[in-house]
């Protein structure tokens, strides 16, 4: 008996082991069953980069990132940047900006307008090499707006007052316990006028276009594709496989293999997106609109 037992120990201890830990290997199991690639075609190294730019234009150290690493890796021919947002705040939508005219030195870019491509995202988009927009998408909105609530009237029916200590004149300019006085609305013009200055320049000279002609392609205009495609805010219109057949030809890659977003990193961005129009709404900044 008790060599029969030595002689199918380790058939015992495998069941054993099994049973003590069937949960976790049914986990893993589905796990792997999720995140597999689905064909050899996913082991290849992909030649084309597909980065996505949606909702609001707040935190984009994770998308420069991805722009950057794209730039600097010799197996990507091309990068397709599709865009779905409203825009942004101004320094993050300038940051994207930079990082695709630093890519499009290296290799080709095209933007894709999925659904809105306006404010921010049509700044950080102005460098790529084409952009073809989805006819039913929206295009423009190239403005500058600061603006803030006056909450000294539901103060006062609660008896809240501030108390505030200050060196420098313009130092409670947006401050919202009270309305802001001429002066300081003179001080914020000046900062607004200055941001879409520079807006506007950079998209003419992106685009290639007059800036004595800003007040027909920007002014806060908002286009649909076709319209925009008229004062030459985009290239062309089309739709994804467009947009993709574009950069197949501008990067002269043959067998095209584009990378597979992390379904894990989607669910994440999605979540972000979320966060970040719930901070845009109870902490405003200057916003590209």
């Known amino acids: 008996m008790q060599f029969l037992r030595k002689l199918f120990s380790p058939i015992t201890v495998s069941m054993s082991y099994i049973q003590t830990h069937f949960k976790a290997m049914i986990f893993l199991l589905i796990l792997f069953l999720i995140f597999a690639p689905a064909s050899e075609r996913d082991f290849a190294n992909n030649n084309l980069q597909q980065i996505s730019l949606v909702g609001p234009i707040i935190e984009v150290s994770e998308i420069v990132k991805q722009i950057d690493d794209a730039a ?3 197996t990507i021919k091309g ?3 599709v865009v779905d947002s409203p825009g942004g705040a101004v320094a993050p939508s300038v940051e994207v900006a ?15 307008a999925k659904g809105t491509l306006a404010s921010g995202s049509y700044y950080a988009s102005i460098w790529a090499n084409q952009i073809v927009a989805n006819p039913g998408s929206m295009v423009g909105s190239i403005g500058v707006i600061m603006q803030g609530a006056d909450l000294s ?41 200055g941001t879409y200055d520079m807006f506007t320049l950079d998209v003419a000279t992106a685009r290639g276009l ?18 925009a495609k008229d004062v030459g805010l985009v290239d062309s219109l089309g739709v994804s496989y467009d947009a993709k057949e574009k950069l197949i030809e501008l990067s002269g890659v043959t ?35």
């Open 98 to 112: 930079y990082a695709i005219k630093r890519l499009k030195v290296k290799k080709p870019v095209v933007v894709y």
């Open 153 to 193: 009237g539901i103060m006062n029916k609660f008896g809240i007052k501030t108390q505030t200590v200050q060196a420098g004149k313009y130092k409670k300019i947006g401050t919202p316990d009270r309305a802001w006085k001429p002066y300081e609305v003179n001080e914020l013009n000046k900062v607004i006028q």
């Open 79 to 81: 990068v397709l940047l």
């Open 72 to 74: 600097n890796n010799s």
């Open 210 to 227: 007059d800036i004595k002609n800003r007040d027909i392609f920007a002014n806060a205009h908002i286009f649909t594709a076709s319209q």
């Open 255 to 289: 067998k095209p293999i584009w990378n597979k977003e992390d379904k894990f990193d989607k669910l994440i961005k999605k979540l972000s997106a979320t966060t970040a129009v719930t901070l845009n709404t109870y902490f405003p900044n200057l916003i590209l609109k």
